[in-house]
């Protein structure tokens, strides 16, 4: 098959490969977002896509990033920002994702956990 630009679901490559279609992000390289609302308020839960299944242990500490909790839709860093923007409580799993935090000023480094190969940071607005 080959793709056009009329193909929303991307093109097979050379190599018979498929490629996502031009502005979407393929799971396994993007940030996977879940939006629930909550007694709380909003909370978003952000994992690094290719962790999803995954479980992170650091002395006592076990952490798993499951389907149920962090399974949802896979966005760009700009749309998980902007995710972040109305969250009230917000869980973050994966080196990209607390990063993305850090740098959006949503996370102090200062408050970042490293589990296992991983990093873990959360945040609630007051």
Known sequence: MTG???????S???DGVSTPAEGTVDRENGLVVNERQTEKGLLVSVCDGDLIGRTFEEGEV???V???????E???DEETVESLSRASVANLVGVR???LAVEAGYVEEANVLDVGDTRHAQFMRL
């Not at 056009?4 to 991307?10: K, L, N, T, V």
């Not at 499951?66 to 949802?72: L, N, P, R, T, V």
């Open 4 to 10: 056009d630009r009329d193909d929303p679901g991307g």
């Open 12 to 14: 097979d490559g050379a």
């Open 62 to 64: 076990s952490l798993t």
């Open 66 to 72: 499951s389907e149920e909790f962090y399974g949802g």
């Open 74 to 76: 896979t966005l760009t």
């Open 97 to 99: 994702a607390v990063e």
